[in-house]
Each structure stands twice: as C-alpha cells, then as structure tokens.
C-alpha cells in the first residue's frame, strides 16, 4: 500500500510537471487545485487496480487517499520553494507561476544508464537552478513519501542519490555543478545527498550479481528475514529460530505448522508447530499446539489450502499473536510451506 501510495503521488506530480497550459490566461489561478485533484484521483484508481491484480496483496485501504492527498501537496510545495516562489495555496499558484516551475524541470521520470550500459537509475526530478538567467546548477531529486529522516538521510538513500548524479554527470561531460537532494513530501524536507563518486563501487556490486550455480549462502537475521517475501521458500530463516539466532517476533510471528483441524465457517483453526530437522527443509512433529482466529483473506487462502494441508505443512506470515491465539487476516499469508533446497540448473541436472 505503502509503494502504491508513492507511486500514486510521483505519477500526479509527473502530470502536472507535463500539464499542457496552452490557451490558459497567465493570471488564472483556482486550476492546480483542480487539475492536481483530478491527476491523484486517476492514478489512485490505476494503482489500485494493479493492487488488486497483484497475488498475495493486503487489503486496500480507501481512507489512505487523503494522506496520498497531503504528500502531493508536500511534493508540490517543495518544487514551489525550489522555484523560489513563495510558499502559497495551490488555489492561488497562477499559470504563470506554474510555467516557471515547469521552465526549471529538465526531466521527470528520466531514465539515466551508464555509458558501459550495465547501471541504470530512473529520477524523479532533474531540474535547473538560474542565477542571473545562467544555469547554475543541477539538482538530481528523489521524491520520497516515506518517513523523513531525523537527520541525515540513510546510508542507502544516500548511495541512490549519489549514483543518480554520477550517472548524470557521466552521461553529461559538459555539466554544471550537481548535486543530490531527497525530497520528503510528508514534511516538506529537503535533504542533501553529498559524498564521493559511487559509480565504480556500483559496477564492482554489479560483478558481485552474476549467477553462480550454487546458491548464495543464506545469511539469516532479524533486519533482514523481517520483511522478506522468500520465507515461504527458506528453510534456512526456520532453522536460525530453531537454534535463536532470529527472535520469534512479539506481537507479529512467523510459524511453519502442520493443521490440525480447522472450521471454514467460523474460521477457527488448531494448528501444531512443526520446528525444523537438520538444515533441508524437513519437520518433525512437536506438542506445541496453538488455536487461530482466520478471517478475510488470510480464510480464503486457507479455504484454498486446505485440501492440501493433510499431506503438506503450512507457512503462516505475520499471524497476530492475542493471548495465546494467532489471528490472521488481511495483514498475513497462508501458504504452503515448500523451501527451495538447491538452485534451479542443480535441480535440472538431478532430474536429467
Ligand atoms: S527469510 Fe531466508 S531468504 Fe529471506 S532474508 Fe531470511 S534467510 Fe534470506
């Protein structure tokens, strides 16, 4: 929801960067309010019909459309301060003004790649700063509508930043000073990314993605297994809670189970946790024993799993622990547990 949100909110901005203001007095003002309205209704409804269409989705949620609402006003806002007209209403942003912000953006959405063609960013903004009707300056922008950050930006939205100005500085010898900003619409900060040249330190991780025939070793951890959309596939994650080195979770936790009975109309379901043997993926049986509450999506999937479930264990994702009972719903996963145990040309190779 979150990635839709954002997505929603570039995709308004790069409209009214692009409007077509032909025909439109120079004075009038009353339309950006309007016309930006119009932009975030028409891609809310295009992103939440990809939402929809996409497996494994949460439930979309309507009511986040006003906070969707408030960071295109934020994004708006900075590009206003940027253009260095004054912080003002978007009913009273004039065609005029409007022009001038759209003069200063080179590029939105642009698509930047390296002259060897193996590193490629996409940029939000790519805009020019005027000094005494000169560029002075270029600003590579990244929108960001996520949580702005205290202070400075994270390591990893500082490297982003940085490729996209090398990229487009080597893409542009005869550039103008550069530099990187993030923007965040949610507070309307702007925050610069500076630091040393990344692009030779992104091509030496490009070597590192080659394709091995081996697997790469799984490298189990709370930050990383959190939110990791493989854990129906890893045994490795349910090995590493085996032996403690990834807590279970407090309120939200992960489980690999067998089920053990479950009512379709109620929902209620018993379900018997099955703790890993050895490191491939196999199971034992154990008295650990744990009654759910499913409703929602988290029941059609185990509506759908069921006729399954008799030969195959289960993977619960993000089952909400009250008391001593699970609940599962929009917010979690029922799949069937299946780790993937060797890469797929070893699997070619076993079965020829
Ligand atoms: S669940 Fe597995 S694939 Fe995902 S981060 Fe953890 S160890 Fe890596």
């Not at 997505?7 to 009214?16: F, G, K, Y």
């Not at 509506?303 to 289960?314: C, F, G, K, P, T």
């Amino acid at each position: 929801m979150p990635a839709s949100m954002g997505t929603a909110i570039h995709n308004s901005v790069e409209d009214l960067c692009n409007l077509d203001l032909v025909g439109m007095r120079d004075a009038e003002s009353g339309w950006l309010d309007i016309a930006s309205k119009e932009a975030l209704d028409r891609h809310w409804e295009i992103e939440r019909q990809i939402f929809q269409d996409t497996p494994r989705h949460p439930r979309w949620k309507p009511e986040l459309i006003t906070k969707a609402n408030e960071g295109l006003r934020g994004a708006l806002g900075i590009l206003l301060v940027r253009a260095r007209k004054p912080q003002r209403n978007l009913s009273d942003v004039t065609v005029r003004c409007w022009k001038e912000v759209q003069s200063m953006v080179l590029a939105n959405e642009g698509y930047l790649e390296s002259i060897c063609g193996r590193v490629m960013g996409r940029l939000d903004l790519w805009i020019a700063e005027y000094k005494d009707g000169e560029v002075a300056e270029w600003i590579v922008a990244d929108l960001k509508t996520g949580r702005p950050p205290k202070e400075d930006l994270d390591l990893k939205v500082n490297r982003q930043l940085r490729l996209y100005r090398d990229l487009l500085k080597q893409n542009n010898p005869d550039h103008p000073p550069v530099h990187a900003e993030g923007w965040y619409s949610a507070n309307q900060t702007v925050h610069r990314a500076d630091g040393p040249p990344i692009l030779d330190e992104a091509l030496e991780a490009w070597e590192k993605m080659a394709p091995t025939e081996l697997p790469l070793d799984a490298t189990p951890s709370d930050v990383s297994c959190a939110f990791c959309e493989w854990k129906a596939w890893c045994p490795s994650w349910w090995v590493a809670r085996k032996e403690g080195e990834l807590s279970p979770g407090s309120m939200f936790r992960d489980e690999v189970v067998r089920l053990v009975r479950f009512d379709q109309e109620s929902g209620a379901a018993l379900f018997e946790r099955s703790p890993p043997v050895g490191d491939d993926g196999e199971l034992a049986p154990s008295d650990h024993r744990f009654g759910a509450i499913l409703k929602d999506k988290a029941l059609q999937q185990m509506i759908e799993n069921q006729s399954s479930a008799d030969d195959h264990h289960l993977f619960l994702g993000s089952a909400r622990l009250d008391g001593k009972v699970m609940h599962l719903g929009d917010w979690s996963e029922i799949l069937p547990w299946s780790p993937m145990l060797m890469s797929s040309s070893q699997k070619f190779k076993k079965i020829e």
